[in-house]
């Protein structure tokens, strides 16, 4: 059973764009929060962006790294995911993870341990 699948990785070069997606066939979509994730080679998983349930409020947050080169977005009626990517770096290297929490509003949206479900990754590589 595989409940988020990510895709649109791939090899570019620095400067390129891309744009990731994440299917996440749960239900109660809206009502979850999500974010992304990625992990280099010898380093630990790294936040890199997160979108809350959708509600009066949906708030979106970005890791230190990544602000203002990627943007995070979701379309519901799709249950889709998408992070859009520019500028990218070397460093931005890694593979991409795609997460769910449980319903409702998290709080720590920039650990691991905040989400419940998870995708097997897609990779995507910055040459110099």
């Known amino acids: 059973q595989v409940q988020l699948v990510e895709s649109g990785g791939g090899l570019v070069h620095t400067g390129d764009s891309l744009t990731l997606s994440c299917a996440v066939r749960?239900?109660?979509?809206?009502?979850?929060?999500t974010g992304w994730f990625r992990q280099a080679p010898g380093k630990e998983r790294e936040f890199v962006a997160h979108?809350?349930?959708?509600?009066?409020?949906?708030?979106?947050y970005y890791g230190d790294s990544v602000r203002g080169r990627f943007t995070i977005s979701r379309d519901n009626a799709n249950y889709t995911v998408y992070l859009q990517m520019s500028s990218l770096r070397p460093e931005d290297t890694g593979l991409y993870y795609c997460?769910?929490?449980?319903?409702?509003?998290?709080?720590?949206?920039?650990?691991?341990?905040?989400?419940?479900?998870w995708g097997q990754g897609t990779q995507v590589t910055v040459s110099s």
């Open positions: 749960v239900p109660t979509f809206s009502s979850r929060a």
């Open positions: 979108i809350s349930r959708s509600g009066p409020n949906t708030y979106s």
């Open positions: 997460a769910a929490g449980p319903r409702g509003y998290i709080n720590n949206y920039q650990l691991t341990e905040a989400y419940s479900l």
